[in-house]
């Protein structure tokens, strides 16, 4: 069964910084892109950032480029998602997301991926 954990999620206030991680079981992890999403109450699902299988490249939504970073290491079969400078728009459920397709492109698209987490809150004060 193939499962993705998210963790490190918590409340933090504007201009801290924040680590998850997303541990992945039941697939061949270093076979595929992962990519973050998030979503705020009330709002559509909104691409974060993406990552090659080698970490070769990275990608990221506007909104958070130059302040957030993803990374992996495939022995672990874990990705991780390191947020810095957070805002109060930054508050939202944080998903990890495996793409569909063994060594697929990355992509800004929801219907590209096919395994999902749980999802972790981030909750930024002001």
């Known amino acids: 069964q193939v499962q993705l954990v998210e963790s490190g999620g918590g409340l933090v206030q504007a201009g801290d910084s924040l680590r998850l991680s997303c541990a992945a079981s039941?697939?061949?992890?270093?076979?595929?892109?992962m990519a973050w999403f998030r979503q705020a109450p009330g709002t559509e699902r909104e691409f974060v950032g993406t990552i090659t299988r080698t970490s070769s490249y990275t990608e990221y939504g506007d909104s958070v480029k130059g302040r957030f970073a993803i990374s992996r290491v495939n022995a672990k079969n874990t990705v991780y998602l390191q947020m810095n400078s957070l805002k109060p728009e930054d508050t939202a459920i944080y998903y990890c997301?495996?793409?569909?397709?063994?060594?697929?492109?990355?992509?800004?698209?929801?219907?590209?991926?096919?395994?999902w987490g749980q999802g972790t809150l981030v909750t930024v004060s002001s």
């Open positions: 997301a495996a793409h569909r397709r063994r060594y697929g492109g990355t992509s800004r698209q929801l219907d590209d991926y096919a395994t």
């Open positions: 039941g697939l061949d992890f270093r076979d595929y892109p």
